[in-house]
């Protein structure tokens, strides 16, 4: 059974950064497209950045270019966000969202495994 897990998650103050990782387990075939998604209270799930699997090429909404790094380290089935100068309305729940297909996630089309959410505050 695939499983995502995601770390790194906390609480920040403005301009500061934050690091998330997700980790892939269960599966005997390495993911294809694998991307990050929020969502913050009371509002819809957005798309925050995906990256593939054969190039390892990053895509980025705009909310995250030039602020956020998506990266993966195949050998270790993880992938990560690195998150700078952070804001307020970067507060939200960060979920892991990955594909075994060959399909690239974006915003209307999400992969099918996802994981549980960690949570990222971030004061004024």
């Known amino acids: 059974q695939v499983q995502l897990a995601e770390s790194g998650g906390g609480s920040v103050q403005a301009g500061e950064s934050l690091r998330l990782s997700c980790v892939v387990s269960?599966?005997?075939?390495?993911?294809?497209?694998m991307a990050w998604f929020r969502q913050a209270p009371g509002k819809a799930q957005e798309f925050v950045a995906a990256i593939s699997g054969s190039s390892n090429s990053p895509y980025y909404a705009d909310i995250s270019k030039g602020r956020f790094t998506i990266s993966r380290d195949n050998a270790k089935s993880t992938m990560y966000l690195e998150m700078n100068n952070l804001r307020p309305e970067d507060t939200a729940v960060y979920y892991c969202n990955a594909e075994l297909r060959p399909l690239l996630i974006r915003a209307t089309r999400p992969g099918a495994y996802w994981g549980q959410g960690t949570q990222d505050t971030v004061s004024s």
């Open positions: 269960g599966s005997t075939s390495s993911m294809q497209s």
